[in-house]
Every structure is written in structure tokens, then in C-alpha cells.
């Protein structure tokens, strides 16, 4: 095994999100380069391939999240002996809700060089569709399955000023909808966009409601929501439900608590009523 000055290269590569002709002569040259691909889904890249009229000469193994712990160290091993691997993920760049994290970490602490080739993000993309502002946002990717935790997740992030980026299956938008307008308010602005760069592109924007509305009869495709950020709170969501419970163990009723601290911390009743509500039912 050779050592951190012997090392090889990881280069994490951005592929198309959608529409082949987005993908980049610096992509082709990596591939052409590499000596191996590590692939999130093996036959997906072999049809990206074929699709593009490219080859490689490199050997291609599956990274996805089911192996990536074990086939870091086995990345890792081959970059120490100065191989040349490429991560690509089925669409975008790697890293971001995709396999590529773990290997990059691994290499940064061995040492062994790291480089980029830039790609189309499904996220930027959603982003400047949305109308909504860009100079100051998060990225939250796929929030959890289950309702309950998705729900937390949506309420603490109620107060969030910055504008929030979330990606979604398409038969989990509608709940996920519904407790976004539970979370933030049903006037809240928002876009919905989905299959990006493809034949059939579209986004929505509107309010959370009248997405909720939109959605009901069924999405389809690779979705990815936007929604715009809180109008300055004082206080986080998480701490004004802090602040309900007080009032409950001091004997005050459940609606009367929520309106007062409401009122109190300047946030809206029914996305509070809501946190109050799913953190009282989740309480031991």
C-alpha cells in the first residue's frame, strides 16, 4: 500500500439530473480517466453511457447506501495505492442525499487528494425556479418517513428565516405537504418542481394550501419542494412549545397556553397548535 504522498486521486463527479445534454466534457474526460468508477446503481451509469455514446475503461463497482461503509474502505485502500476513483451518483452530485460522504471523509483524513467536477444539482435548480429569495438558504434533503418525526422536524424548523430546500418522493408529497402547512402556516410560500431538465419539467408555486390543493390528485416524477422562510421569530418553534408546556404544568388550559404564547412570541397560533399538539401526544 502506498503511502499519502503515493496516493491516487477521489474525484466526486456531478452527472445529469435529467437531460443528457447537460452533461460536461470535464465529466467525460473524468470517466475516460478513471480507474475506477464507483456507481450508486452499476446498470443506471452503464445506460448513462450508452445514452451519451461514451466508454470506460475503468473498472465499475456499486456504492449505494447499503454498502457504502464497507466500500469505502475498500475505496479508500485503492486510492492509498495511487488509483484514480470517480464516485458518481444516478443523478447530480455526490454528497448531496447521495452514497460519497463516507469515502470523502476517509480520504481527507488519509491524506489523499481530492477534486471536484462540477454537475447540474437538482437543488439550485429548484432553487431559481422557485421565485422565491436566494441569498440566504438551507438544504434539508428527505425528511423522515415516519409522520410523527417528520412533523418534529417541520416544527423546529418553523421559525427557519432562510429559505428551505427539501427533496421527496412523489406518493409521500401530499402528507409532506400537509405537515408543512401544519408546521409553517397555510399562506406560506412555496414551489413544488419536479422531473428537472426533462421532457415533462414543471413547477408549481403558490402557497402551501393551494399546493396541498394541487397535489391531491397525484405527482409524479423526482420531486423537489421549496419553501420560503419565517418573517424574523424571536423564538425557535421547538422553544415557544417549551414555553406551552410551562403554562400546562402551571394548570392553564391547552388552547388558552397556545394563544398566549403565540401572541407572546410572535408566531402563528395554528403552526404552534400543532408542535404543541404532536409534542404533547409523543410525550411520555
Known amino acids: 500500500m502506498g503511502s499519502a504522498a503515493d496516493a491516487g486521486l477521489l474525484v466526486l463527479a456531478g452527472t ?19 480507474d475506477l468508477v464507483a456507481a450508486e446503481d452499476t446498470r443506471r451509469f452503464h445506460a448513462l453511457l450508452d445514452r451519451l455514446g ?23 485502500t485503492q486510492l492509498q495505492a495511487g488509483a484514480r476513483v470517480v464516485v458518481v451518483s444516478d443523478a447530480g452530485m455526490p454528497t448531496v442525499s447521495d452514497p460519497g460522504y463516507r469515502v470523502l471523509s476517509a480520504a481527507i483524513a488519509a491524506g489523499v487528494p481530492v477534486k471536484v467536477v462540477p454537475g447540474p444539482s437538482a437543488v439550485l435548480v429548484a432553487l431559481a425556479l422557485s421565485g422565491l429569495p436566494t441569498d440566504r438558504f438551507c438544504f434539508e434533503g428527505f425528511l423522515p418517513r415516519k409522520g410523527g418525526q417528520r412533523r418534529r422536524r417541520l416544527g423546529e424548523l418553523a421559525s427557519e428565516e432562510r429559505t428551505m430546500v427539501f427533496f421527496e418522493a412523489p406518493h409521500r408529497i401530499t402528507d409532506f405537504l400537509a405537515d408543512a402547512q401544519q408546521a409553517f402556516g397555510e399562506d406560506r410560500l412555496a414551489s413544488v418542481s419536479r422531473e428537472l431538465t426533462k421532457t415533462y419539467e414543471e413547477t408549481r408555486r403558490g402557497t402551501l394550501a393551494e399546493l396541498a390543493a394541487w397535489a391531491a390528485s397525484g405527482v409524479r416524477g423526482e420531486v423537489t ?28 388550559r391547552f388552547a388558552t ?16 397548535y400543532a408542535a404543541s399538539l404532536t409534542a404533547r401526544k409523543e410525550s411520555p
Do not use: H, M
Open 257 to 272: 397556553a397556545v394563544s398566549a404564547v403565540a401572541e407572546e412570541c410572535g408566531i402563528p397560533r395554528k403552526p404552534l
Open 16 to 34: 445529469p439530473i435529467g437531460n443528457v445534454d447537460d452533461a460536461t466534457p470535464a465529466l467525460r474526460n473524468a470517466l475516460a480517466q478513471a
Open 225 to 252: 419542494i421549496v419553501i420560503g422562510g419565517a418573517e424574523g421569530s424571536p423564538i425557535s418553534i421547538t422553544e415557544a412549545v417549551d414555553q406551552v408546556f410551562s403554562r400546562l404544568a402551571a394548570g392553564e
Open 54 to 76: 461514451w466508454e470506460t475503461s475503468a473498472k465499475v463497482v456499486s456504492y449505494f447506501d447499503g454498502n457504502e461503509t464497507s466500500r469505502a474502505v475498500e475505496l479508500l
